[in-house]
């Protein structure tokens, strides 16, 4: 079983919808968690920090949920250019970070 | 803005050769991490370090080395490149904090292609 499992997707909605993505990870030791985006051929980028309180940036939402051990991704209102693929991050300790294989979003018109 | 630099975009090689790929960052991080990305395996981590001269094998270290002389260097070494080295590498660097400060900024990835 990996560390970190994401539904690879793809997850493909209209424009202005709502999606959510969930992720779990095994290491009940994890000390703090991400959601990084990447565009095709890019490098992966932080979107958001991920607090056990969750919290909002704009249309994207996360939670923590530490006794069933997953964290979730809501994106509100779709744009076209929120396609991309967005990775779980689950940093250990040592300094580590596991990384989710990501799940994959197209928005269409 | 942190930014972090690799030497090449993309890069073909032989087996057998000697590769060397090269990382800098210029916010004076401690922590720097050598990933490789493959599809379906998705982001595995080879060696990380941790400040000067220190370094850490990450989960996949066989037939890398990395080498780490300046804070603000990080070079990751093929000693004898192999096909199924053929990869994405992607080089990050971390300033060491927790919560929003403890996130990793990626280079812009390194396309090697071992023939």
């Known amino acids: 079983r990996k560390e970190v499992e994401q539904d690879p997707g793809p997850f493909n909605v209209p424009e202005g919808a709502t999606v959510a993505f969930n992720c779990t990870y095994s290491n009940s030791a994890s000390q703090s968690f991400f959601w990084y985006r990447q565009d095709c051929r890019k490098e992966p980028k932080l979107l958001m920090s991920v607090y056990s309180s969750g919290n909002e940036d704009g249309r994207f939402t996360a939670q923590l949920n530490r006794a069933s051990q997953y964290i979730s991704l809501l994106i509100r209102d779709s744009k076209l250019s929120d396609s991309a693929t967005y990775l779980c991050?689950?940093?250990?300790?040592?300094?580590?970070?596991?990384f989710g294989d990501g799940t994959t979003l197209t928005v269409k018109p | 803005d942190v930014k972090v630099t690799q030497s090449s975009r993309y890069l073909v090689k032989r087996t057998g050769e000697k590769v060397f790929l090269e990382c800098v960052q210029d916010m004076d991080h401690e922590n720097m991490f050598w990933y490789r990305q493959d599809p379906g395996l998705g982001l595995r981590l080879i060696y990380f370090s941790y400040d000067v001269k220190m370094k850490e094998k990450g989960d996949i270290p066989e037939g890398y080395s990395v080498s780490r002389e300046k804070k603000e260097r990080f070079s990751l070494i093929l000693e004898s490149a192999s096909t199924n080295q053929t990869s994405m590498y992607l080089c990050a660097s971390r300033s060491p904090g927790t919560g929003r400060t403890d996130t990793q900024y990626f280079g812009p990835g390194t396309r090697l292609t071992v023939l």
């Open positions: 991050v689950v940093n250990r300790n040592a300094g580590k970070s596991t």
